[in-house]
């Protein structure tokens, strides 16, 4: 949905760069009307190609419009993780020392590597869940549309909820109208402070506040395929009956967790959000590298 506007765009700033190194002639105009695309009009003969004005910088290669807010948590070695998940183990491999052994290069150009060993399941730092983490019928993340992962989004400001306390649907109402965006088919980031609050301790996996089934349903009801929040749960983890995680079983939707920075996106309105998953074989979820773009 927001792949092919995205791709055109680009397209059409490599375009225009490459319009300006073409000298023209009047059947070049008549046949790029004709064909309509540039390959088929050099094809023609009717287009030379001359040598760029200018060489151009990687840097100067188009990015999307807007400011890029990064929400996504660093994966380290031994963080915090849910309380029913096993930390992850992130730890080097080879290192540029060690590897001078393999004596790569020639003697008077050698070349050294480093790799790093990472063990850890689907659900550390920030990351989606697949719908079969919580449905033994739902399709795994490999399974799953990549452009339910992108889209336009809102952040929620819910700052004010204490730890362990219930999000229900007359507080997710007040911070819809808080933050000026009528809610329709978007991401939904809820910011609740918690990051900043207690990361790295671990007082983390154990404060987070928790939606209940009807706030969950609420999000459903309005055509939000996605979720997402700080911390380790869109569930509190004082509490085992996991409301909102077997709503979203039940209404085909699901979330992301442990996302961070989500104060920068407070007030801004709508942005656009990007969360795309590993392509892992039949996986429950994915670490994610999100970001924001805001408008």
């Known amino acids: 949905m927001l792949i092919q506007p995205f791709c055109a765009y680009l397209a059409k700033i490599r375009f225009l760069r490459t319009w300006r190194s073409i000298s023209f002639s009047e059947p070049l105009r008549k046949n790029f009307v004709k064909y309509g695309d540039l390959a088929t009009v050099v094809a023609s003969g009717h287009i030379g190609i001359t040598e760029p004005k200018r060489k151009l910088d990687l840097e100067e290669e188009p990015t999307m419009a807007g400011k890029i807010v990064d929400l996504t948590l660093t994966i380290q070695d031994n963080m915090p993780a849910h309380k029913l998940f096993q ?11 060690k590897s001078k052994i393999f004596e790569l290069g020639v003697p008077n150009d050698r070349m050294t590597f480093a790799t790093t060993f990472i063990s850890m399941i689907d659900h550390i730092a920030t ?3 697949s719908f079969y983490h919580v449905n033994p019928k739902g399709q795994s993340i490999d399974k799953m549309p990549l452009d339910m992962f992108m889209g336009k989004a809102v952040c929620l400001d819910l700052r004010h909820i204490e730890d362990l306390a219930d999000v229900d649907v007359k507080e997710m109402e ?28 671990i007082k983390v996996v154990w404060s987070n506040w928790g939606l209940t089934a009807a706030a969950t349903h609420w999000l459903a009801d309005r055509k939000s395929l996605l979720h997402g929040v700080e911390g380790p749960s869109t569930d509190k983890p004082s509490w085992n009956e996991f409301p909102s995680h077997r709503v979203c079983r039940d209404r ?17 309105g709508e942005f656009q959000f990007f969360g795309p998953p590993l392509k892992i074989d039949n996986g429950s979820g994915s670490p994610v590298r999100a970001w924001a773009v805001l408008n």
Do not use: F, Q
């Open 87 to 97: 930390r992850p183990i992130v730890v080097p491999h080879w290192t540029h020392e």
């Open 127 to 129: 990351h989606v869940d």
């Open 174 to 201: 007040a911070a819809e109208k808080k933050a000026g965006v009528k809610i329709d088919g978007h991401i939904v980031l809820m910011c609740s402070g918690l990051h900043k609050k207690y990361y790295p301790e």
């Open 252 to 268: 085909k939707i699901t979330h992301y967790e442990w996302l961070v920075n989500l104060e920068d996106l407070i007030g801004k």
